[in-house]
């Protein structure tokens, strides 16, 4: 996405590469990125399966760690990790207001790290291959991400 590659060109953003193993579905992919752990190890193999995750996550991590963790997401992060977050908002079907609501916890509850998650971004790379021409709601969902981060400026949480 421009934004993410223009953050990274201001030294706002890092890149790195992962490596992508099967299932590449969603929840078991949530579970490798956040715990660390591959499918043989962590059990997460599907996406319906309301299974809660067995390794410890990073945010379970920080919050162990006295930082305040918080969730503006789909709901399945709370599935996975029921106990990890200090303060959460999560949706089943319409993330319209995901980012709205993660504003909301950082102005009343300043955490330390938040996990801010449309799943709309998820669907549309399930439904469409790369390059499609109907990923130009990628290129919207890119705009309504860089409002967010300007949001983030102003109220000066990042440096």
Known sequence: MPFLLN?????NGIL?????????????????????????????TRNFHPVPSLIPDIFLLAKRSGYKTALSGYYW????????FNY???????????F????????KYNPDILLVHPMEVDK???RHVPYHQN???LAKMSIIILNFYGNI?????IH
């Open 135 to 137: 990923t130009k709601n």
């Open 124 to 126: 549309a790379g399930h």
């Open 77 to 84: 992060f709370i599935e996975l990790f029921p106990y990890s």
């Open 100 to 107: 709205s609501n993660a504003i909301n916890i950082i102005d």
């Open 16 to 44: 790195y590469n992962s490596k992508a193993f099967p299932p590449t579905l969603s929840r078991p992919g949530y579970e490798r990125i956040f715990t660390g752990s591959p499918t043989n190890i962590n059990g997460i």
């Open 88 to 98: 959460r908002y999560t949706y089943f079907n319409n993330d319209s207001k995901v």
């Open 153 to 157: 400026l102003k109220i000066k949480i």
């Open 7 to 11: 953050m990274i060109d201001y030294k």
